[in-house]
């Protein structure tokens, strides 16, 4: 048996017929997705004034990768389902079988098309996601966030240094408040020595740079003992700046908005500094970076499996299936990113359950066909 079988009329036809229908359903689904509310909101926007027809334009254009990234495994499980029940309501499906074509054979097209839509999947949400994203959040002036708070600890995990960040945009950060803490401790608290409140601070290579400061002196009592004004103050120096910038920066964003290579990155830097949560959180994400293209192969096999279907037998049944199993897929993806964020599951487990489940459930269909 040959590893790669020649390439024929029926594969070039069931890929074609595959691909075809795949597309529509991508397009299908793009159009209702972003019909809706997105669109409705783009014109509001436009006919209040607030966005200009190339903005609106250009936002809805930057919508389309998140889109595709759902569109992708659906339209394709759509796709494959749509062609071979058309196949087996005009018998074709019956001649293949009759002139000695095996189920892997008929599947084999569909499953070089799956492969390629994975690869497109894969592309879509490492790299064309974050850019579309941070192109979209340009148009809007860019990040902004109410507040984040950088914890600075010793080698024992003692805190030494507290930075309350009220505000941020890209380098430069506004109402910081920094907490001194002296070597002084208690069971229940640690002693604060100095409290330095800024108005403005600015990122650089090594270093935070605090200007137009109070500093607020406290006693071991915690009594104010003295106020003072300071027109610049240095903090965070050397690779404390560097890691508390990186986590600040990522902290308003969601991970779909970081491409594979730097949330890496950012997930060991969320276990160096040990927020547990958030590093449970973001490995499971990343993991589904990659097990979630290779979806798109099994909800192919899955597609072609539910078309297999008798002359007479109601079409609405498949398609049924189809839906309940990636309304399924979609609506529990939340509840394990929840389990692996609070420890209740690893985050390899969490990961690669759905497509399990998904793998399962195309052996289970497979034996009920009898092919």
């Known amino acids: ?145 109410t507040q984040y708070i950088y914890t600075q600890k010793d080698k024992d995990g003692i805190p030494t240094q507290a930075v309350v960040i009220s505000k941020f945009s890209k380098d430069t950060m506004y109402n910081v408040i920094v907490l001194d803490f002296s070597k002084k401790q208690y069971s229940d608290v640690h002693q604060l020595q100095n409290i330095y409140y800024a108005k403005t601070g600015k990122n650089f290579q090594n270093k935070w740079e605090l200007y137009d400061i109070t500093q607020y002196q406290i006693s071991n009592d915690g009594i104010f003992i003295d106020i003072a004004k300071l027109p610049k103050m240095d903090i965070l120096e050397g690779e404390a700046a560097k890691n508390a910038f990186t986590l600040m920066t990522y902290s308003v964003k969601k991970e779909r908005e970081i491409t594979n290579s730097d949330l890496h990155n950012y997930i060991k830097l969320l276990k160096k500094e040990g927020l547990d949560e958030e590093y449970r959180y973001m490995l499971n994400k990343y993991l589904q970076r990659f097990f979630h293209p290779f979806v798109c192969v099994l909800l192919a096999i899955m597609g072609t499996l539910l078309g297999f279907s008798k002359p007479r037998e109601q079409r609405l049944i498949g398609f049924t299936i189809a839906i309940g199993c990636i309304f399924l897929y979609y609506i529990t993806l939340p509840f394990f990113d929840l389990l692996a964020e609070k420890g209740v599951l690893p985050p390899l487990i969490t990961a690669i359950f759905p497509p399990f489940a998904f793998l399962c459930a195309i052996v289970a269909f497979y034996k009920s066909k009898d092919l």
């Open 1 to 145: 048996m040959k590893l790669f079988p020649k390439i024929t009329i029926y594969d070039k036809y069931i890929f074609n017929q595959v691909m075809f229908a795949t597309i529509v359903a991508i397009l299908l689904f793009t159009v209702v997705w972003i019909a809706p509310e997105m669109l409705l909101n783009t014109i509001k926007r436009t006919l209040a004034g607030e966005y200009g027809v190339k903005t609106a334009i250009l936002v809805l254009f930057y919508e389309l990768p998140k889109i595709l990234g759902k569109a992708f495994p659906v339209g394709l499980l759509l796709g494959t389902l749509f062609t071979f029940d058309k196949l087996s309501k005009d018998s074709e499906l019956t001649i293949f079988r009759a002139v000695g074509l095996s189920f892997r054979r008929i599947v084999a097209p569909v499953v070089v098309l799956s492969l390629i839509v994975t690869w497109l999947c894969f592309v879509t949400c490492d790299k064309l996601i974050p850019m579309s994203v941070n192109k979209s959040m340009a148009l809007g002036g860019g990040y902004i966030s």
